[in-house]
T-cell receptor, first 114, second 111 residues
Framework: DQQVKQNSPSLSVQEGRISILNCDYTNSMFDYFLWYKKYPAEGPTFLISISSIKDKNEDGRFTVFLNKSAKHLSLHIVPSQPGDSAVYFCAASAGSGGYNKLIFGAGTRLAVHP | EPEVTQTPSHQVTQMGQEVILRCVPISNHLYFYWYRQILGQKVEFLVSFYNNEISEKSEIFDDQFSVERPDGSNFTLKIRSTKLEDSAMYFC?????????FGPGTRLTVL
C-alpha cells in the first residue's frame, strides 16, 4: 500500500539553510494532510497540517505547500536548526468529517549540521 | 500542555500470551486510535474508536485484537495470543479536531 510516499529516506542540511521535505500521494480522496516529527523512542509529534482547500499553511519556521494537481506536498523549514534533526512523516486522511485514520509515508530522516 | 500517555513503555512477553497495552488520551478528546510501527516499516493504522465502539479497523486488526474504554479515561488494546510478528511499537492517539496527538508508544517484544 503506497498511497503516501516519501521518496527521500534522508536529507542533510546546514544549520541556517532551508530544509525541504517532499511527499507524494496517490489517493485523490485525501483531503487533509499532516506532518509529524519523530525522535527515537518517542511518539510522532504533530507539526503542521493543511486542508485540501488551501495551498499553503505557515506556522513560524514551518510552511507546508500543497499542489493538488500534482498530488504533492512539501514541508519547508527555515531556518533549519540542529534541534530539527529527526524523522519527518507525512500523513494523509480522507473524509475530514469522518473518523480520519491516518495513512503515513515511510519518513525522511533530516540531519541539520552546524 | 495535555498529552497522551501510554503504559508500559516496554513489554516483553512469550508467544501465545495475552498482553494489554494502556493509554490515557487527552481528556476532552472524543476519537481514539491505535497504530503500530514494526521496526524499519511505516506507521500503520490498526483501529479507530468513537462513542464507545470501533468505527474502523484495518485488516491487521483481526480477532486476536480488541479495544476497550473501560472507565472513561483509559483506552486499552488487548492482544489475546501474541505472535512473533506482533513485535512492534504501538502508538495510541487521540483527537478533538482534525489533528491526532500521539503517545510515546509501547515497545512490545514477543519471544
Amino acid at each position: 500500500d503506497q498511497q503516501v510516499k516519501q521518496n527521500s529516506p534522508s536529507l542533510s542540511v546546514q544549520e541556517g539553510r532551508i530544509s525541504i521535505l517532499n511527499c507524494d500521494y496517490t489517493n485523490s480522496m485525501f483531503d487533509y494532510f499532516l506532518w509529524y516529527k519523530k525522535y527515537p523512542a518517542e511518539g510522532p509529534t504533530f507539526l503542521i497540517s493543511i486542508s485540501s482547500i488551501k495551498d499553503k499553511n505557515e506556522d513560524g519556521r514551518f510552511t507546508v505547500f500543497l499542489n493538488k494537481s500534482a498530488k504533492h506536498l512539501s514541508l519547508h523549514i527555515v531556518p533549519s536548526q540542529p534541534g530539527d534533526s529527526a524523522v519527518y512523516f507525512c500523513a494523509a486522511s480522507a473524509g475530514s468529517g469522518g473518523y480520519n485514520k491516518l495513512i503515513f509515508g515511510a519518513g525522511t530522516r533530516l540531519a541539520v549540521h552546524p | 500542555e495535555p498529552e497522551v500517555t501510554q503504559t508500559p513503555s516496554h513489554q516483553v512477553t512469550q508467544m501465545g500470551q495475552e498482553v494489554i497495552l494502556r493509554c490515557v488520551p487527552i481528556s476532552n478528546h472524543l476519537y481514539f486510535y491505535w497504530y503500530r510501527q514494526i521496526l524499519g516499516q511505516k506507521v500503520e493504522f490498526l483501529v479507530s474508536f468513537y462513542n464507545n465502539e470501533i468505527s474502523e479497523k484495518s485488516e491487521i486488526f483481526d480477532d486476536q485484537f480488541s479495544v476497550e474504554r473501560p472507565d472513561g479515561s483509559n483506552f486499552t488494546l488487548k492482544i489475546r495470543s501474541t505472535k512473533l510478528e506482533d513485535s512492534a511499537m504501538y502508538f495510541c492517539a487521540s483527537r478533538s479536531t482534525l489533528e491526532q496527538f500521539f503517545g510515546p508508544g509501547t515497545r512490545l517484544t514477543v519471544l
